[in-house]
């Protein structure tokens, strides 16, 4: 943050930290790892590239998204974020199904109850007529 205290991107590449530093507002030095892992999966030149082409109010968004690529990337080198999501996207597909299943469960209940409310027919009684012979 230009001078005093440098960034953590600063701080890692050993450099003076200068007030016009891409890395300083999205980099505090009391948060090295959030650089260490951003620098050590996508590199500072190519994140101090990426910073460059995006626009000043998205920055903040766009380094977020980065350190959580990065960490996704950390846990699974080889589908990343994308394991992450996929594994999201099955156990929505599941709770889905569960919650597909419990309804027509339900459905089955209430239309028991019905049934079960529903008074039984009484046997009717059909009077038979008997013909008397003169």
């Known amino acids: 943050m230009g001078g005093n205290s440098?960034?953590?991107s600063c701080k890692l590449l050993r450099r003076r930290c200068t007030k016009d530093c891409i890395f300083a507002p999205y980099f505090p030095s009391d948060d090295p790892h959030k650089f260490a892992i951003v620098h050590k999966v996508f590199g500072?030149?190519?994140?101090?590239?990426m910073l460059h082409e995006v626009p000043v109010q998205q920055r903040a968004n766009a380094v977020s998204s980065l350190v959580y690529e990065a960490n996704a990337r950390?846990?699974?080198p080889v589908y990343g974020c994308v394991g992450a999501?996929?594994?999201l996207q099955n156990q929505v597909s599941e709770l889905q199904m569960q919650r597909a299943v419990a309804?027509?469960?339900i459905l089955c209940i209430q239309m028991q109850q019905q049934v079960?409310?529903?008074p039984m027919v009484q046997?009717?009684?059909v009077p038979t007529v008997s013909i008397?012979?003169?």
Do not use: G, Y
């Open 132 to 134: 008397k012979k003169n």
């Open 123 to 125: 046997q009717l009684s």
């Open 103 to 105: 309804q027509a469960e």
């Open 74 to 76: 950390v846990r699974d």
């Open 116 to 118: 079960d409310d529903v």
């Open 44 to 49: 500072a030149n190519n994140v101090s590239k």
């Open 85 to 87: 999501i996929s594994f």
């Open 6 to 8: 440098p960034c953590a």
